[in-house]
């Protein structure tokens, strides 16, 4: 559970009790509690009024009804989200809850509280409003599914989209309904912690994961959500936090923020999610949760979105450490008037908006659509909410919990999104018959926590399957596993003897070496300044590798890391990621040959932290470095030979990625040929078809992910060398062969100019298919003609999404297929 600075609600109040108490103890007054509990007293309306009803058929109008009876504290109250810091629900919010002071709990510590707070609402306060309950269910509730760059490695929307709905199942069982995910900030710079909790640094693909997240997560159906409500996050260009350290200030041209930034969120909102999150930081110097033309043109009049915008933990309050904000009551004016519609963790709404109100600094009308828009967002939830409250479904609920299915999927899951990275020699998969004893070694090959990963917050060391405890199953009637941990955890510093790994590691027939980042290495507020494989690691693996045995090297981790040497140490290397409860079993499936990996690189890895931000979609500069480049520190002495001089690199390393974006191999091989174009040219408002064929040229069956890159060859912006616009897996037997064909049209060759407009521009365009963002298989067409200025999106790309929510079924973006 987070840890909270003083300005936490609880804090607060309880603060103003102590002083309270103190002060009527001084001056022999009694003391009592509503009087403290209410900061900003308003008469309460004796008016008798029906309550809450969740079985409303016409939400608007149930909207309007509650909207007018409600007095402006009720209102104001529907904007706070209240953190039961204490684990408890304390008389102050007890009381606060029925005076409907209240309409959101986060991160409440059990079913029970939940319910019991539900039933306060429900029962004791004048309007019966339920409570919307946030949680972070990231990648999990007690299932956990593998991080989500994990996921993200699978590039299958459809899979991440059933594992985000077993996440809701089981967070809705316990009372959850409102998960802060997904995280869809775009982010190419691995020393920031939480790239863990991204879908990578490509817009497209982030945008297509994203939106499998939103479907799986809310489960609409009719308007109804049958699960949680989804929240995209962080509300915008989070990930380019500067220096890759946390909450740090983000700077980008205005054309940047369109292009890379905000295609995910868009993504996500045209896939009907209902919450989106402002960011802690700064952008261009305004933060997130005061930034007007996020929140009102892009967001509000430009996408049209109707749900509800909530800040980040303590960020309304924190724009006064920022410096934007001369203090709280103008943190909350600033917060509401850009569009902030309900403020998590930190008071100033309730301590501040009434005052506003009343002196006009802030308008009734906006309090009135933020209470709107939350109401309308908990009778989309009221029909599940009411069952959940049924008494005596204890049992139901936590059977609901880790079911074998949901185990499967982890599994399924976990499998999909490790890469194999390298396979000497084929030395996986290992061929069983010959293994007599397993050197299993490393702090990771039996770490249930830290497989887990990050933001794990209901995720159980217990229910976790270790890849050791998988490899003793697997293995355990024929061979001998012999486990050596070699070193305490993955950043311990501390020189260490590593007589243990060694032995074992000289007696086997392999080893199996699991390395990387503890859980705690990543996520929020864990920036890293290196990007080496931490601690002593890289001296263990150096010490075992001197044993000369076959080496696997399975590397666990939050974000892409620098071990090029560390790779060619070993004969054959996988990246787990934190896969997650099912982590064991899954790198076992892959290990033993039960399943050939299929996963693929969602982000770029470096040679070295110091070439970040390296990313696939970069611009080609006046002078790139020629791929033959060579660093003066291989020259033998000599300076640069005269190719190499005055090129877009580094004289002590190159500017040429580890492995590249959507690399990752399989136990067999894929050729790709035959491309073509349906046209040499199109127009605005025709297709192009762009086909090859994809064949399994090796002896396995296997999943090939076929991916299409556009290059805009010369337009009014530079745009980036490559960009991803279409990807589909591909299941082909040995020697199988399949056509793929992707289909472009003018939407995938629009960008965002400085003015926040769409743009296409006719020219040439480069277009290329193949296993990743090397493919060399292509050709060009031509874009010819403009198109109309009605044609023309400003902000907004594709239509409108349906206003009021109460009976939405939300748009899909029309792309190409990307079946599964
Ligand atoms: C994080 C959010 C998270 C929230 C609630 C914040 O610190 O930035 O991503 O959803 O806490 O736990």
Redesign the pocket.
């Known amino acids: 559970m987070?840890a909270i600075g003083p300005q936490g609600w609880g804090h607060r109040w309880i603060l103003s009790l102590i002083v309270a108490a103190t002060f009527c103890a001084v001056a022999g007054l009694p003391l009592q509690a509503t009087e403290i509990a209410s900061p900003v007293v308003e008469e309460a309306n004796p008016a008798k009024v029906a309550p809450f009803n969740p079985a409303a058929a016409d939400h608007g109008a149930e909207v309007q009804r509650l909207l007018a009876a409600m007095s402006l504290d009720e209102k104001i109250g529907q904007m706070c989200q209240v953190w039961p810091e204490t684990g408890e629900l304390t008389p102050v919010i007890q009381e606060s809850l029925r005076n409907g002071e209240v309409g959101s709990l986060?991160?409440c510590a059990s079913p029970e509280l939940i319910a019991e707070a539900q039933r306060l609402v429900r029962e004791e306060s004048r309007l019966g409003v339920p409570l919307l309950i946030?949680?972070?269910v990231?990648h999990g509730y007690r299932t956990i599914f593998p991080i989500p760059l994990g996921q993200a490695a699978s590039w299958n929307p459809k899979l991440v989209e059933r594992s985000a709905a077993i996440a809701a199942d089981e967070a809705r069982s316990q009372g959850v309904n409102w998960t802060?995910?997904p995280?869809v900030d775009v982010c190419r710079d691995p020393r920031w912690g939480?790239i863990a909790?991204t879908l990578g640094e490509d817009p497209y693909l982030s945008g297509e994961l994203a939106a499998g997240m939103v479907r799986g997560f809310q489960q609409e159906r009719g308007g109804q959500l049958h699960g949680l409500l989804a929240?995209a996050?962080?509300f915008a260009a989070y990930g380019l936090s500067e220096g890759g350290r946390d909450y740090n200030r983000t700077s980008l041209s205005i054309a940047d923020l369109h292009n890379i930034h905000l295609p995910s969120f868009r993504a996500a909102v045209d896939a009907g999610c209902r919450t989106l999150?402002t960011t802690?930081s700064e952008v261009n110097g305004i933060p997130g949760t005061a930034h007007a033309y996020l929140l009102q043109e892009v967001l509000r009049d430009g996408w049209q979105f109707s749900g509800v915008v909530v800040s980040?933990?303590?960020s309304v309050i924190e724009m006064v450490a920022h410096g934007y904000s001369a203090d709280e009551a103008e943190a909350a004016k600033q917060a509401v008037n850009a569009g902030v519609h309900m403020e998590?963790?930190s008071p100033t709404f309730h301590e501040h908006l009434a005052r506003l109100v009343e002196q006009g600094a802030v308008e009734e009308a906006a309090i009135n659509e933020a209470v709107r828009r939350i109401l309308r967002l908990k009778l989309q939830l009221a029909a599940r909410q009411e069952e959940a409250a049924k008494p005596g479904d204890a049992a139901a609920a936590t059977s609901e919990l880790l079911r074998p299915r949901s185990l499967e999927l982890a599994r399924r899951a976990a499998r999909e999104s490790i890469v194999l990275l390298k396979n000497g020699n084929n030395t996986l998969p290992l061929q069983r018959d010959k293994l007599r004893n397993v050197a299993v070694i490393g702090p990771l090959a039996d770490a249930p926590l830290s497989q887990l990963g990050c933001?794990a917050?209901d995720g159980r060391a217990e229910d976790s399957i270790t890849p050791l405890d998988a490899l003793r199953e697997a293995l355990g009637e024929t061979a001998e596993v012999v486990y050596a941990r070699g070193v305490a955890t993955t950043y311990s510093n501390e020189a260490q003897d590593f007589t243990d790994a060694t032995r074992v590691a000289a007696d086997a027939d392999v080893v199996l070496l699991f390395v990387g980042e503890d859980a705690v290495l990543s996520g929020?507020a864990r920036s890293r300044s290196t990007l080496d494989l931490p601690g002593v690691q890289s001296e263990l693996v150096k010490a075992v590798a001197a044993a000369g045995k076959p080496i696997v090297m399975v590397v666990l981790a939050g974000r892409p890391l620098a071990i090029g040497a560390e790779c060619d140490a070993a004969d054959a290397v996988l990246y787990a990621w934190h896969p997650g409860t099912m982590g064991g079993p899954a790198i076992t499936d892959l290990l033993l040959g039960a399943a050939s990996p299929s996963g693929k690189l969602p982000v770029t890895f470096p040679k070295h932290v110091g070439q970040v931000p390296l990313y696939y979609g970069h611009s080609n500069t006046g002078r790139p470095s020629p791929a033959d480049f060579r660093p003066l520190t291989q020259s033998q002495g000599k300076d640069l030979p005269i190719q190499f001089q005055y090129r877009s690199h580094y004289v002590d390393g190159d500017p040429f990625p580890l492995f590249p974006f959507g690399y990752g191999l399989s136990y067999t091989t894929f050729a790709y040929d035959g491309f073509e174009l349906s046209a040499p040219s199109i127009e605005p408002r025709q297709t192009l078809a762009v086909r090859a064929r994809v064949t399994n040229s090796g002896s396995r069956a296997g999943v090939e992910v076929a991916q299409l890159y556009v290059r805009d060859l010369a337009a009014s912006l530079v745009r980036p060398v490559r960009e991803l616009k279409a990807f589909r897996r591909v299941y082909l037997r040995p020697g199988e062969s399949q056509p793929v064909e992707f289909t472009l049209d003018a939407d995938d060759l629009r960008f965002f100019n400085n003015e926040g407009r769409s743009v296409l521009e006719p020219g040439r365009f480069a277009v290329w298919i193949g296993g990743d963002s090397t493919a060399t298989l292509g050709g060009e067409f031509e874009l010819s003609g403009e198109e109309s200025a009605e044609e023309t999106p400003a902000v907004a790309r594709v239509p409108k999404q349906d206003e009021p929510a109460e009976s939405s079924v939300p748009q899909q973006p029309v792309r190409v297929d990307n079946g599964t």
Do not use: L
Request: glycine share 4%.
């Open positions: 987070k986060i991160n946030g949680r972070d990231v802060f995910a995280m939480r909790e929240c996050k962080h999150m802690f980040d933990w303590n998590m963790v933001w917050v929020e």
